[in-house]
């Protein structure tokens, strides 16, 4: 049986390669990436302490973040096509379409 510790090691890798991913990228995709990552630290956190607690919810909250994580690809993705389109670009710098 592996430690529960070893889960939380690793769950807190995937949360700093993830923070400063999203802190350090100018490329959208990159970010987006990196949101997934920090999305996934937490299902690791999540599933670690359900089994340690021997209970469910830790893996009900799991599936839905994974659903969560797949609608916000799918529409991060819409709206990345959508800017690219119309900026030629996916710098996180240079997308002001909000801007007057």
């Known amino acids: 049986m592996i ?3 070893w889960y939380l090691f690793l769950s807190a890798g995937l949360l700093t390669a993830g923070v400063i991913g999203v802190l350090t990228r100018r490329n959208v995709l990159v970010i987006l990436m990196s949101i997934e990552l920090i999305l996934n630290a ?3 956190n999540l599933i670690a302490f359900s089994y340690y607690f021997h209970a469910v919810t830790g893996q009900v909250f799991a599936i839905f973040v ?3 994580a797949a609608g ?3 529409v991060g993705l819409g709206l990345i096509i959508a800017l690219f389109r119309n900026k030629e670009t ?3 710098d240079e997308m002001d ?3 007057w």
């Open 90 to 92: 996916v710098n996180a």
């Open 97 to 99: 379409l909000l801007k």
């Open 42 to 44: 937490v299902n690791i």
């Open 3 to 5: 430690p529960i510790h």
């Open 72 to 74: 916000e690809a799918a």
């Open 66 to 68: 994974i659903t969560d």
